[in-house]
């Protein structure tokens, strides 16, 4: 990258074509609206890592991450959705781009001696890394973002192995804990208004750091428990030392101002060119909708929408009867003999991977592609909007770290009582999405009340994870909790586990992925995929019998 602002190609080609019999290629290759990397403000850069970091975690978590850990689902274009049809649909190209800024970053502020921005480069290099090696596995890693070396080793970068990468981003993260323990006065170049995330304030951004750090030592917790647990009590046990995200108004999270689509909150119908169709498209999945019920949780109805019209089956009506009246839609027995039917008055959400059809779901009267349906639950109205005060990317929570330190305690380990941090946990969601009123009488509800076991503790943390979903898949590859089942026509039996590497990586790279790949495991569902396959083991989940 030779320039943090690039002007479009076209302009470019159109440049050339008027100056190419008087101009130097070499001074045709340089970008008169663009910046110097040798020279740019540090300050003009980090907008744009934290806000594209931002919306590549929310885009994976709120749409087909959320398909996989049940948050929702899809009734139009829903097979990498519902189903997992993922092949040769996935890139780290964005990850990269987003590190080669990063990078960029931390070198302006080595040379400005601007420590504060060198830390939040580390934070945020710590973050997009540990993502790579969260969805991949192994990835190049230690000779990434050098191709600018003039070195052929760079060019095909071998791989990292997933342990080494999540090693290096701790080492990073304690590196960037010790540069952010200073206090605001003592560092230079802060712009508040290029930080999205925490208004320049380095101690909030070490509490980032810390807490980062912990959920990487939780990461490891099935394959080197003693490393984690030095790690996690190292941290748990040294609160001035180590501060955490502790408070729900301590998230890294970053609002959307909906100005324009670049900026506006994803699937909106304010500024969506689409029409609307994708909003309409995701519906609350059955999953989740059934188990916020079950525990009368008060979030349900700050995520989803009531059904429109609901169905009323009922035995006096003569046969055939199908019609609507005073805002239901009334049928006799008949009419749903052979099909399943939801006749909840509120919430109905869409089940996992119901059919090659899941339109036609709860008797929808205009199944297909652009499909309205009136009878199961669209997501709340607020997420029609392009901006508001809940709509957030979170990249990680207090909810998270309360949750982790509790997981910790159970294991016996030196971090306080679990009941506590579990109900601080929930706590700290329902804070987040302003329902702190509803917590006394919802931390005593039957189910929810502690009852000390890792399968309660993941799945309220996975409850905690909506619009952020990515986190509770990897939980549910490390413990196996909660226990969601594949829907029927998914294209396997069993949740993935992985992305693909993309062809083009192994075209261009084919003997370092392929050193990646006979590292991976197959399963039972790898099937004719072979070792690149959704359903492979990478290292972390090698040896663990989780989840499957």
């Known amino acids: 990258m030779n320039n943090v602002i690039k002007t479009p190609v076209a302009y470019l080609l159109l440049i050339a074509i008027l100056l190419f019999s008087c101009k130097k290629l070499d001074d045709l290759n340089v970008n008169p609206n663009g910046v110097d990397e040798t020279a740019v ?50 890139s780290w190209t964005d990850y990269y781009n987003i590190l080669r800024n ?33 969805l991949w596995g192994d990835a190049p890693y230690t000779d990434a973002l050098k191709g600018n070396l003039n070195d052929p080793q760079y060019l095909t970068p071998k791989y990292d ?29 802060i712009e508040a208004a290029a930080d999205l995330f925490y208004n320049g304030d380095p101690a909030a951004w070490r509490r980032f ?10 990461r490891l917790s099935a394959k080197e428990a003693s490393f984690a647990q030095a790690g996690i009590e190292k941290i748990a046990t040294n609160p001035d030392q180590y501060p955490l995200i502790l408070a729900a ?21 304010e500024i969506d060119d689409t029409g609307g169709s994708n909003f309409r498209r995701l519906k609350m999945c059955a999953t989740l909708v059934n188990t916020l019920q079950q525990l009368d949780d008060p979030r349900l109805t700050i995520w989803a929408q009531k059904v429109e019209i609901p169905l009323v089956v009922d035995a006096t009506l003569p046969p055939r009867t199908d019609r609507i009246s005073n805002g239901k839609r009334y049928l006799s027995p008949d009419m749903v003999a052979n ?14 991977s119901y059919s090659n059809l899941p339109s036609s779901y709860n008797l929808n ?20 909007k392009a ?80 619009t952020a979903a990515t986190e509770a898949w990897f939980d549910y590859r490390r413990t196996g909790y909660p226990r969601l089942q594949a829907g029927p026509v998914a294209l396997r039996r069993a949740l993935p586990l992985r992305f693909y590497y993309m062809q083009d990586e192994i075209n261009m790279n084919g003997q370092h992925v392929q050193e990646a790949l006979d590292r991976l495991s197959t399963t039972a569902f790898s099937q004719a995929d072979g070792k690149n396959s959704a359903w492979s083991k990478c290292w972390l989940l090698q040896d663990t019998n989780n989840p499957y």
């Open 339 to 352: 099909t399943s039917v939801d006749t909840d008055p509120d919430y109905v959400g869409i089940p996992p």
């Open 365 to 384: 009267p205009t199944p297909g592609q652009t499909s309205f349906n009136p009878h199961v639950s669209y997501l709340n109205e607020r997420y029609r």
């Open 41 to 90: 403000n540090p300050n003009l850069i980090l907008p744009t890592i934290l806000s594209e970091t931002g919306k590549l975690y929310t885009n994976l978590g709120y749409q087909d991450i959320a398909g996989v850990v049940q948050h929702t689902q899809k009734d139009a274009w829903f097979e990498s959705h519902n189903d997992y049809d993922w092949a040769g649909s996935q």
């Open 209 to 218: 750091a810390n807490s980062l750090a912990l959920r990487y030592y939780m």
């Open 249 to 269: 108004d301590e998230d890294a999270a970053m609002s959307y101002p909906g100005t324009t689509s670049a900026n506006a909150w994803p699937s909106n119908t």
């Open 387 to 466: 901006s508001g005060p809940l709509l957030k990317a979170r990249l990680l929570s207090a909810a998270e770290v309360h949750f982790i330190l509790a997981e910790a305690s159970l294991k016996g380990w030196n971090t306080g009582n679990a009941a506590e941090h579990y109900n601080a946990a929930i706590e700290a969601s329902l804070d987040a999405w302003q329902l702190a009123a509803n917590y006394n009488a919802y931390i005593e509800t039957e189910g929810v009340r502690f009852d000390g076991s890792l399968e309660q503790l993941i799945t309220q943390k996975w409850i905690a994870s909506w």
């Open 161 to 189: 192995t997933q342990a080494d990468i999540y090693h290096g981003i701790l080492a990073e993260l304690e590196t960037a804990n010790n540069l952010l323990s200073q206090p605001a006065s003592s560092y230079t170049g």
């Open 102 to 134: 990063t990078q960029l970053l931390m070198n302006r502020a080595e040379e400005s001696g601007q420590a504060f921005h060198q830390g939040v480069g580390l934070v945020m290099k710590a973050y997009v890394f540990g993502l790579i090696a969260d």
